[in-house]
């Protein structure tokens, strides 16, 4: 069985060389652009590291591998127009280097391409495939206008920043998982295994993102730390302390949250105070063991080798104790 | 077999009074504005026709007719948004009602909810219902590009406008009655005569739109005459008169249809003039005859009865010679 690293190998070596010569030239610029961009590519190489678990070849999971990735371009490209993103992974969003109009429609278009991919399976498994992919998509739209509409509600709990995150980015875990292994040649009970197992990952995963653009070591992280305090993200800290704070705690997080006026640093400084007074950071990483706890916990489950199973041991550790 | 208004019927009826009860409430709540906007429903009734002239039970084609409607309806919510159209059927357009980012959205989860109701059909048919379900949403997007190009531009020709209209509107006619063909029992040869059937006439339909707009009967058409002109559409009329200009005409015409500062009355005249000087109405209607001709031809290829294919020629008349 392959390693993430080697499959990683793998579909950067079938993705990333792959153009869309088409026409109108003004369409599939803007997607060859976005698909240059690089990535992790954590969901396609779940994909295909599902479907070795159960014993298939991955080229027989690589059309989809390809499929999710195209999905999630898709997502970032219509969320850059509606955050007003001017940046993705330090070069300029689709709809600032071009137009909203033609990021509308560059989002469209791969959102079809990704289902061109999504269909090169075997007919047997296409409703299975297409039934957790149509669901899934459905999901992430409705986690993104969740986001949109807390963008502007200070009373937003922390299960409902849990059920927003779940559907904006770890139903999109537990597909790639799901798919893989329905393509692996896994049954239902285990295909389900594998989802609820991503469904952990994704939220593990999130919490860790909070975390760490707050409290990651700047030199290993790779980007100043505070950029979700200066964009006023709604964050797990964010939300989590404003649930525990007094009165006057919430006019101070919410002061060094919004005040427009406050420089950079004296507002990082003012917002982590309060993180801190909470305890927020051992909040959410106790949160995020018990996500990795419960995810380690479906693999007991499903039926394959204890080698395979390894793999998938090494991912969970690999997305949830990452310090990048 | 059923003629087209009682295909129409049936679909309204299963269509019109279903709502989506789901949360986001930001998000549902402007689909089932859409929805509830009627319109002519063609596309749906085609694909509903096309499955009995070969047999089948529309019913087992409901899942598709509906999956064709909620697709064009996502194009439009996104169109409007590119066009800054703020009304549709004399009402808001989604992203004047809200906006553009809940119109985004909503689009979205509308072109995942038609394939929730497109991969409803015997397993054996995916594979070619899908295939052509992804080209077609793919060639839409090709087409709506395209429309943004020629939007700035005064040398497009007659044939990229024609080849624009195929991808952003007969294509979609094409792909309903190729659909409905598929599932009604139609071999792979007559589904895809169904479709060039289609696209002729989707073509012939378009033409006939752009010639209403400016030469239709106020009262039957239930619109005021020159609206494309005031809104400087490029339709067949314009683009065909622009290539026939000598100097003098092209100053004419661009001046007639892009100085803002005109009165709408002089303006419609003043183009109106120029399209009758080439006799663009005439033209116009010839071509129009030339798809119906075509259309009709591609009838006589297919296997059904002769009854059924009346119901064929119907409905290209009931398209391609309307007056409304």
């Not at 190489?45 to 479907?51: E, G, I, K, N, R």
Request: hydrophobic residues 40%; aromatic residues 10%; positive net charge.
């Amino acid at each position: 069985m392959h390693t993430f690293s080697e499959l990683l190998k793998v579909f950067k070596k079938n993705f990333e060389n792959q153009r869309f010569e088409k026409s109108p030239e003004e369409l599939y610029s803007p997607i060859n652009y976005t698909l240059s961009f690089g990535g992790k590519r954590i969901r396609p190489v779940m994909t295909l590291m599902a479907c070795e678990v159960f014993g298939g070849n991955i080229s027989t999971a690589l059309p989809q591998a390809i499929a999710i990735e195209l999905f999630h371009n898709f997502t970032l490209i219509h969320d850059d127009i509606m955050d007003k993103a001017p940046l993705r992974r330090g070069r300029s969003t689709v709809y600032k280097k071009w137009n909203s109009d033609i990021a509308i429609l560059a989002g469209d278009t791969l959102f079809a391409l990704a289902y061109q991919y999504a269909i090169q399976a075997e007919t047997r498994l296409l409703p299975e495939i297409l039934k957790i992919f149509n669901q899934t998509a459905i999901e992430v739209c409705e986690g993104q206008q969740f986001d949109l509409n807390y963008e502007n509600c200070n009373t937003v709990t922390v299960d409902e920043y849990t059920e927003m995150i779940r559907l904006k980015t770890a139903v999109l875990f537990g597909m790639a998982l799901k798919i893989g292994a329905l393509i692996g040649g896994a049954n239902g009970n285990d295909a389900q295994h594998l989802y609820n197992f991503g469904i952990n990952l994704g939220l593990g995963f999130q919490l860790q993102d909070d975390l760490l653009d707050s409290f990651g070591n700047e030199k290993v992280f790779g980007k100043k730390t505070g950029g979700d305090i200066l964009s006023r993200k709604k964050t797990f800290l964010y939300i989590y302390s404003l649930e525990q704070s007094n009165t006057t705690d919430r006019k101070r997080l919410l002061y060094y949250y919004n005040e427009k006026k406050i420089a950079p640093k004296e507002k990082i400084d003012g917002v982590t105070a309060i993180f801190k007074k909470f305890g927020v950071e051992e909040v959410a990483r106790k949160l995020i063991n018990n996500y990795l706890r419960r995810g380690l916990q479906t693999l007991k489950q499903i039926d394959a080798s204890k080698e395979n199973i390894e793999q998938l041991k090494d991912l969970a550790f690999k997305m949830i104790n990452r310090d990048k």
